[in-house]
């Protein structure tokens, strides 16, 4: 399986102020016959599910503000928050979805304001 | 609006049964691919199972394969999982989750979640 490893495991940032979370796979996610990089990222609030954010590395689901934007390719990716808002409190979770059906999770970073 | 609402978890003793049902509204649940994703207490994401729009295609995590079997009735709508021989480290949050899109192994709609506890 593909094993992903997300960094830092916890993350305090200032209101405003940029966030951003790492993410490295085990082997490459990226598809050479469409150019794709198949790696998610999906957001959790407190006792609420996951929520997509971003797909393909760096399309932003429909809904999601402009402040959250992905980045990356081949095995390290970034999910990077520009301006951090009160409600962007939760934990973020990076997902390959090249090596189905054996889709994996990084193990989640927590973001919570300083 | 597109909704999942998950049912038929609860507490249940090592080597028991249960199972799930995840009831799906507005979209076109035929057209979908369906997936069941867990999360044990306090901890990360696993992908359980999945199953094709019409349920001929069906996978399973080596954690689960051989005790847990997915299933869909199109007619009413509806994502079903019985999970067997139950052990403690089964015990999560059970949520069903739609893949995006054809072959898209990703999870644009998720239900909220039934708790799973496997305990004596």
């Known amino acids: 399986d593909i094993v992903m490893t997300q960094s830092p495991d916890s993350l305090a940032v200032s209101l405003g102020e940029r966030a951003t979370i790492n993410c490295k796979s085990s082997?490459?996610?990226?598809?050479?016959?469409?150019?794709?990089?198949?790696l998610a990222w999906y957001q959790q609030k407190p006792g609420q599910p996951p929520k997509l954010l971003i797909y393909?590395?760096?399309t932003r689901e429909s809904g999601v503000p402009d402040r959250f934007s992905g980045s990356g390719s081949g095995t390290d990716f970034t999910l990077t928050i520009s301006s951090l808002q009160a409600e962007d409190v939760a934990v973020y979770y990076c997902?390959?979805?090249?090596?189905?059906?054996?889709?994996?999770f990084g193990q989640g970073t927590r973001l919570e304001i300083k | 609006e597109v909704q999942l609402v998950e049912s038929g978890g609860g507490l249940v003793q090592p080597g028991g049964s249960l199972r799930l049902s995840c009831a799906a509204s507005g979209f076109t649940f035929s057209s979908y691919e369906m997936n069941w994703v867990r999360q044990a207490p306090g901890k990360g994401l696993e992908w359980v199972s999945y199953i094709s729009s019409s349920g001929s295609t069906i996978y399973y995590a080596d954690s689960v394969k051989g005790r847990f079997t997915i299933s869909r009735d199109n007619a009413k709508n509806s994502l079903y999982l019985q999970m067997n021989s139950l052990r403690a480290e089964d015990t999560a949050v059970y949520y069903c989750?739609?893949?995006?899109?054809?072959?898209?192994?990703?999870?644009?709609?998720w239900g909220q979640g039934t708790l799973v506890t496997v305990s004596s």
């Open positions: 082997q490459s996610v990226l598809y050479s016959s469409n150019n794709k990089n198949y």
């Open positions: 997902q390959q979805y090249y090596s189905t059906p054996r889709v994996t």
């Open positions: 393909w590395a760096s």
């Open positions: 989750a739609r893949s995006r899109s054809f072959l898209e192994w990703l999870f644009d709609y």
